[in-house]
């Protein structure tokens, strides 16, 4: 193939069919943890739209560590049929490999569904007491959350580490953990929200600590077959003050390099309502380029990337191995149909949409069709 998009990637023993991901986004439409027959639709779509990786949304492994009532969970042995058979339905209906993301809201917890305004939830709502690294709320109609003591960090661990099993007896191919976006784990690496004075806290290494332990416990977990994944934020954006950048993220994808992770997810910002960035198509790539230049670990690259060409030239040029896409698939569920079109390429179609094939229809109308 002359294509980089529609070309193959191992990782371990996983090789996904061409480099684009469907990236992990919340749809906030679980019951108690629980997935759905909204999942089974939302997700379905995607199993099926030709893409090599569908990651599905953030999963909390811990009731405590879900965004609002309404995520995806692990924490408990109930939620794993509900999953597995949204797995069993995607897998067998697409030739898409499953990922998960697997997630602890921290601070960040406990809050409405953004159509519902996205707001803390009060205890007579529904809301729950949120945890992080340190008594600092995330902003100032948040809730002070409890700092983890070391019995709470192990408990967190372990549950990230219950997750990955419970994951692994659902069928799920592949496991990111989050670590950005100012949740749970990026919490404790950016000092705008780690004002701990233990080995936990203080400078870069010992913020470093909590999230190595946790990514260390899930690979151990999680069968050495199957890849592991971190999503993480290059920076948090806040430059008036002493905050997580770049360099904290080079050094921070090497160590997750030397206890077994596969890739890098790189994102951007969410610790702070104070971060400033200029949004524009592709603004995220050139932090995924420098991970991968300086690690030499995979990554994926993520955030308003659209066009097929776009994509093409951020493997060509060699920012990334991994095209994830959110929004874009939002709107295009068959992204990677037309994407293959334009690059000409072929694509495997399921055979019930044998006949949506290109050369059976829409060839006809001429190149500039479609």
Known sequence: MSSLLFSPLALRGLTLANRIAVSPMCTYSAEAGRATDWHLMHLGQFAVSGAGLVIAEATAVEARGRISPGCLGLYDDSQVPALARVVDFCKGAGAAAFGLQLAHAGRKASTAAPWRGGAPLAAADGGWPVVGPSAVPYDDRSPVPEALDESGLAQVRDAFAAAARRADAAGVDLIEIHGAHGYLLHSFLSPLSNRRADSYGGGRDNRMRFPLEVAAAVRAAWPADKPLGMRVTATDWVADAESWD?????????????????????????????????VAPGFQTPFAARVRAETGLPTMTVGLIFPPRQAEALLEDGTADLIALGRGMLYDPRWPWHAARELGEDIAYPPQYRWATPKRWLDLFGPEAG
């Open 246 to 278: 770049i360099e904290d993220t080079v050094a921070f994808a090497k160590a997750l390099a030397g206890i077994g992770i596969d890739y890098i997810d790189v994102s951007t910002g969410g610790a702070s309502p104070r971060q400033k960035l200029s």
